[in-house]
């Protein structure tokens, strides 16, 4: 069965009569690998798999970098219009299914495991923490890259300049819409000043005690006292 190793990828041929297996789903392996018992097999396709899927995930947000950067071209503003246009109907969703923080938090956990993320969850008294080293859409994508950013400083760059533009989608999505239409956030985010450093969502417990610098910085008002 043909599954390669990067190192080995450019060193060995397909042997003939192995090309038709190449269409063989790996998830499919791993099943039959696992009903047969050979576990370490199993493991080893599994591992293949994740690796095959991350791949394919880091192609399309790489894609989304630069149709973004294109986009930017003719007017900053027109990356919010996207970005309001994608997610205003969706976080409205959002909000009739999983009103609750531990459900957002529940919910946006599974998000960060399907990017491959490497993340952190802690309860403090009044907010849950999520550290995100590096978050597997932007994080990652900001450290094997350089990426375009804003020129301005605007509401939905989080009130400032030089941000991604596609980790702008962050603000847009999970503070200024969610806000918009209920009058808090879904989360805080607080993106890293440097790739090299994790990113940070608060999950405030209670709306009140959202602190009023995280309402200003998006060019909005608390008004949940």
């Given at each position: ?47 293949y ?60 956990a ?19 923490i ?64 440097r ?31």
């Open positions: 069965m043909i599954r390669l190793e990067k190192s080995e990828a450019l060193q060995r041929k397909i042997r003939q009569d192995d090309v038709a297996e190449l269409a063989i789903p790996t998830s499919t392996l791993v099943c039959e690998a696992m009903q047969a018992g050979r576990v370490d097999e199993a493991l080893n396709f599994l591992q798999s994740c690796a095959e899927n991350q791949a394919m995930h880091d192609i399309m947000v790489v894609f989304v970098d630069d149709v973004l950067a294109h986009l930017a071209r003719f007017g900053e503003g027109e990356v919010l219009k996207l970005m309001r246009q994608r997610y205003y109907d969706r976080v409205k969703s959002w909000l009739s299914v999983t009103p609750g923080v531990e459900e957002t938090l529940q919910v946006l599974e998000y960060f495991r399907s990017h491959f993320s490497n993340f952190t969850v802690v309860e403090e008294p009044d907010r849950y999520m550290s995100l080293n590096p978050c597997g859409s932007g994080g990652r994508l900001r450290r094997s890259r350089h990426v375009a950013t804003t020129k301005e400083a605007y509401p939905w760059s989080w009130g400032k300049s030089g941000v991604s533009y596609y980790c702008t989608h962050c603000c847009v999505f999970f503070e200024i819409i969610p806000t918009e239409l209920r009058g808090y956030p879904l989360a805080i985010n607080l993106i890293a000043e790739p090299e450093e994790p990113c940070v969502q608060l999950y405030y417990k209670k709306p009140e005690l959202i602190p009023e610098e995280y309402f200003t910085r998006i060019g909005m008002t608390k008004t949940i006292k």
